[in-house]
């Protein structure tokens, strides 16, 4: 579902529970607003109100997410994912969360490969979940194919190391862009991405 479709759908179901829960309302209108900060405000409090309205979590997941807030991010949607296990969206924006801790080298190596391959598995899931809307979440996942193939061929982390897992990934990595490109030839963003893949795994296995 596109950002707007989600918005629209949100103003749909959520008119009857925003009659209950005013923080909600709120909320809402801080993210249709673009102003995440005011968001997270209402729809923290929302969500203490109602604990079982995955619309206002989805929209606080997305609002911590863009106040870089990611930890929090990814707890936001997982609890939407407990609600609605079936929400795409909710796996692939917490992927991006993940994503994002996976680069954080403040964080210990074991937590940065925890939330690597988190991100991958969430993006997997969201593809399994709705086919169609496969096409950011390979492009999504091509790029953690890459920072997991990258993390694991850094000598630099012996403990995590993996010359044979970190080649692998990379391959993933260009079999994901490499699909997009297919169904998107006139997308030179994504051939650059495709490059960047393939030279790390000429690097990596010695062919230049």
């Known amino acids: 579902m596109r950002l707007s479709a989600i918005i629209s759908f949100f103003i749909l179901t959520s008119l009857e529970s925003?009659?209950?829960n005013a923080y909600?309302?709120?909320?809402?209108?801080?993210?249709?607003?673009?102003n995440f900060k005011a968001a997270v405000k209402q729809l923290e409090k929302a969500c203490m109100v109602?604990?079982?309205?995955?619309?206002a979590y989805w929209m606080l997941g997305y609002s911590y997410y863009?106040?870089?807030n990611y930890r929090k991010s990814i707890a936001a949607y997982t609890k939407v994912i407990f609600i609605n296990p079936v929400d795409a969206s909710a796996y692939y924006y917490r992927a991006r969360a993940k994503g994002y801790l996976g680069k954080d080298t403040y964080l210990s190596p074991t937590e940065r490969e925890k939330h690597l391959l988190g991100a991958i598995f969430d993006l997997t899931k969201a593809i399994?979940?709705?086919p169609n809307e496969h096409g950011k979440c390979y492009q999504t996942r091509g790029i953690a194919y890459r920072e997991y193939g990258i993390f694991k061929l850094d000598a630099r982390n012996p403990a995590n190391?993996?010359?044979?897992?970190g080649i692998n990934s990379l391959k993933a990595s260009i079999t994901d862009l490499e699909r997009v490109l297919t169904e998107n030839p006139?997308?030179?963003?994504?051939?650059?991405?495709?490059?960047?893949s393939k030279e790390k795994l000429a690097t990596a296995t010695g062919h230049h």
């Open 18 to 20: 925003s009659a209950q």
């Open 24 to 34: 909600v309302k709120m909320g809402q209108q801080a993210f249709m607003d673009g």
């Open 50 to 55: 109602d604990s079982t309205n995955a619309n």
């Open 66 to 68: 863009h106040s870089e």
């Open 128 to 130: 399994a979940i709705d």
């Open 161 to 165: 190391y993996d010359k044979a897992r």
């Open 186 to 196: 006139g997308r030179s963003d994504i051939y650059s991405l495709i490059e960047v």
